[in-house]
């Protein structure tokens, strides 16, 4: 799906948590090499690095001039986006706690990761792109973080 090129930096990032997302929906299974501490590494490295960041870039920027400018703007698909940053955060924290291994969380928080973006991509975006002026949305790009994998 080609996206507005003031959004790219935000799907880069995107990009970049589907990839850690299919390794926690895997985590536990056949289909994973890694080790349970290992992805708990990887994950607390991927939220401090680019998690965090990323959900701030939106909830501080992206989110707000969308809001600002659309003549009806979703509602509901922004509190359910919001809802999912939330969730999110809190799996992460309560992964981090954990005194032992905890795949279903894991599993929990992969399935969540790729369903948020997936939203975002197919459904928040789109909407975004058309209401917000150019000269706005490019402003917001100078403000995203750079992701840790493509430096976008």
């Keep these: ?12 990032h995107h990009h970049h948590a589907l990839v850690v997302a299919l390794d926690f929906k895997r985590a536990g299974t056949e289909k994973s090499s890694k080790s349970y501490k290992t992805l708990i590494e ?35 698909l922004v509190k359910k986006a919001l809802y999912q940053h939330t969730k999110i955060r809190g799996l992460v924290k309560e992964l981090r706690s954990l005194p032992i291994k905890n795949y279903d969380k894991l599993n929990e928080l992969g399935h969540l990761l790729d369903e948020h973006i997936r939203l975002e991509e197919r459904e ?11 000269e706005s949305l490019y402003e917001a790009k100078g403000g995203y973080h750079k992701d840790s994998v493509s430096g976008r």
Excluded at 1 to 12: F, I, N, Q, V
Excluded at 124 to 133: G, S, T, Y
């Design 124 to 134: 928040l975006f789109p909407l975004i792109e058309k209401a917000v002026p150019d």
């Design 1 to 12: 799906m080609k996206r507005h090129e003031a959004l790219t930096p935000l799907s880069h």
């Design 42 to 76: 990887e994950m607390n490295e991927f939220w401090k690095e680019d998690g965090e960041p990323h959900f701030q870039d939106e909830e501080m920027i992206l989110f707000p001039i969308y809001l600002i400018y659309a003549e009806e703007p979703d509602e509901a």
